[in-house]
């Protein structure tokens, strides 16, 4: 016997074929596709999907991290951000780090997200930091 319930999606749950992300691709281009597309997309080698604000008197301590896995400064919106960044940079598993790579449209922010890529898995992880 089935009940209301087993028939109600839950609430906030979108397929991978519905969620779409914006990014910057590696050719300078925007681009808009649907989150099961881009497993293929080296998100570690797109520029940030907004810029890291920087103001005298500001609440939180952005900056750049100096990342030798991608050879390159790997942008940070506070300390535990940093942090993050550095134990990823240090672990010899990880060969890619990106921050803020992708944005969802339609919505005013971009969240704080990260993504690296390890060789155990071969395979991308989103880190929310």
């Not at 939180?60 to 390159?72: K, M």
């Not at 780090?97 to 005013?108: E, L, N, V, Y």
Request: net charge neutral; glycine share 12%; aromatic share 10%.
């Amino acid at each position: 016997m089935s009940t209301a319930s087993d028939s109600v999606a839950p609430v906030g749950v979108v397929d991978a074929d519905e969620f779409m992300i914006e990014f910057v691709g590696v050719d300078g281009e925007v681009r808009c596709e649907p989150l099961a597309r881009c497993g293929g997309v080296r998100f570690e080698d797109v520029a940030p999907a907004r810029a890291f604000p920087m103001f005298k008197g500001q609440r939180n301590f952005p900056g750049r991290w100096w990342s030798s896995t991608v050879g390159r400064h790997v942008g940070y919106e506070s300390w535990l951000e940093r942090d993050h960044v550095m134990l990823l940079d240090f672990d010899p598993a990880v060969v890619g780090i990106a921050s803020q790579p992708f944005g969802c449209p339609g919505r005013r922010r971009v969240g704080c997200a990260g993504i690296c890529r390890t060789t155990s898995s071969a395979s991308r992880t989103a880190v929310g930091w």
